[in-house]
């Protein structure tokens, strides 16, 4: 018998994450390149003091505050209302996704996405012992929609996860995507749509959060990670159905939000405008990305993300070597042969194409 005595689908596995290595230029794991001014920091800290007086007791269990805080965030993102009982948040949309699994997963259950996706969802699977399938996209990343369908209705998933846009791929579902596959999967799952990168979509492209109404199987998930500048902070949330919200309160673990989270939270979005003051400059330094990838004869995937797929090469892993010796850490993820780079500040982006030149040429 080996020691310790895990589960055997978990021994031997590697612990997920992107190396944590301290470089200049730091384009791996799409956070926002650009930190709160010197005002903001002070806020979240008088607030983050303001929570430290009551630390003897357990935080707000329900998160009343930032729930309604959040719900008026989202609906200035849509024609309609949020609700506050439609919203519901946790350690980053990681545990979010995780407590979906929990109440709508589990043994005698499964799970789909479409691949290349995101590889944390086969292990929210994995640890709530939940069957995963993961159908194909097309060459293009995008999903061809009749076979998406055919694909639901032969497996049957409780939960399907749509990233939207896409990660690592930058792909955005089209309204028509999610409407076919909340129809195909109906009152016996749900249909999750990540939007952790959804506010860098671009013009034209709606967000999710507008078909709520049509349909109570679907969950549209957030972040504060990615165009909010607060990965660290650690906050995810989502909006659906208020019958939703409930079932996840089943499974949360009690006063799962720090009082010092929650406290920080509601500071962050105080500070909306400000901390999502460089979304539009990223957006434009990510089209740019491209153009210029493409213009030296690489392959670079379409993005309504903060991140660009781009290959393809022989040896991926020599280029990814190659940038990191010249001070520049981007991400070797995504179908063979291919790369992704997180959108940082000008300055980073002319560091990264110069390296680039310098390795491939
Ligand atoms: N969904 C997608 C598609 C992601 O890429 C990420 C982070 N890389 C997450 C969810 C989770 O982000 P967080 O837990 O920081 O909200």
Known sequence: MTFPPLRPELAGIEPYGAPQL???????VNENPYGPSEECVADIAASAAEAARTLNRYPDRELVALRAALASYLSGD????IAPEQVWAANGSNEVMLQLLQAFGGPGRTALSFAPTYSMYPEYARDTMTAWVAGRREDDFSLDLDRARALVEDVRPHVVLLPSPNNPTGTALPPSAVDELCGAVGDSGIVVVDEAYG???RTGVPSALEQLPAHRNLVVTRTMS?????????LGYLAADPAI???IRVVRLPYHLSAVTQATALAALRHAAELLGKVDELRAERDRTVDWLRDQGFEAADSDANFV????????HAVWKGLLDRGVLIRETGPDGWLRVSIGTGDEMIAFQKALMEVTT
Do not use: H, I, S, T
């Not at 301290?22 to 791996?28: I, K, S």
């Not at 849509?78 to 209302?81: K, L, R, S």
């Not at 797929?309 to 991926?316: H, P, S």
């Open 22 to 28: 301290d470089v200049p230029v730091q384009l791996n």
């Open 78 to 81: 849509v024609a309609g209302e």
């Open 199 to 201: 506010e860098f979509r």
């Open 226 to 234: 990615k165009a909010f500048a607060a990965a660290g902070l650690r």
């Open 245 to 247: 919200c409930d079932a």
């Open 309 to 316: 797929l781009f290959g393809r090469f022989e040896d991926r």
